[in-house]
């Protein structure tokens, strides 16, 4: 992978680093996966994230995700906060600047399981079937194709570190959370900022978004900030807490946030791993130069610890240390 520093006017832009995860000739034992396999490795460590080209799903469904979560995030709020969830970040979210809603989120539970995704379009849409099908389907398309994504990204993190046997079990393991996101402009004109940095307490982390800028994402080892360019089959890919701990901080969580200023909205889409049970370091990960970092943990006691902190502790990735790292 190369990363080229290009100067534009004076001011220095660095390109993102993007992989392409959606070559057909990507098959497990061959030149091209390692490589691609070596590239992924190399781009979580160096940057703790990077944006897979991605264009494996079918035509017209970045757009009909689109629609879908402007029609969500559209309903009435008494209809949005219907969508509780106790679990850190997981229900309905909004954040207000003079009295009016500039940042709101729902948050699709399980969103792989089609039941999870009946049940909640059946929530907001109780008397139009019509609507609550075809949110239900396009929701439950896109979370196949996200799924497929993280797991590709997952088998060649697993193998390039030798773990590959712990793959399945993680697979297995996994519960997908789906979140819809809306943002604009401050009523007074001024750019929302109100997405702070943090890192998030996912194992992985998967971004798409329309096409109003906004977001931007911290190199762990270059400690600069890049700007996202979006497009329909570009994905960012980002190391989670959970990520970070299991890899014993080889892979460090990306800190990331969001400050837009179009009048246009933005929709995004948050794509978010969790694992159901224990999470461990598995004793390849440790070494001389790597020594035991983290205690096994429970992923949901994670994300409860976390439930209990105030709102600025819970954006860093340090309360993770503080909650299972040894000290
Ligand atoms: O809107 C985005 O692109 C970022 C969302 C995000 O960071 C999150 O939901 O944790
Ligand atoms: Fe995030």
Redesign the pocket.
Known sequence: MMLRIVKMGGNETRELPIINLSDKNLKQNTELWSFTRDSVREAMEHHGWFVAEYNNFPTGLHQSILEAAKELLDLPVEIKLKNENHKAGHGYITMMSDGQPVHEGLGIDQVNDVQQCRGFSRLMWPDDHDDNDRFCETVHAYAKMQAELEQLVIRMLFESYNVEKYTEKYIGGTRYLLRLLKYRRLPNGEPNRKFIS???KSFI?I?HQNHITGLMLKSEKEDVWYHFTPSPTRFVV?AGDAIMAWSNDRIKACY?KVEMESVEMRYSL?FFSFQEGMISTPEEMVDKDHPLAYNPFHHDGLLEYYETLEVHLKAHRTMTKAYCGIP
């Open positions: 943090h890192t998030d982390s971004l980002i990331h948050g």
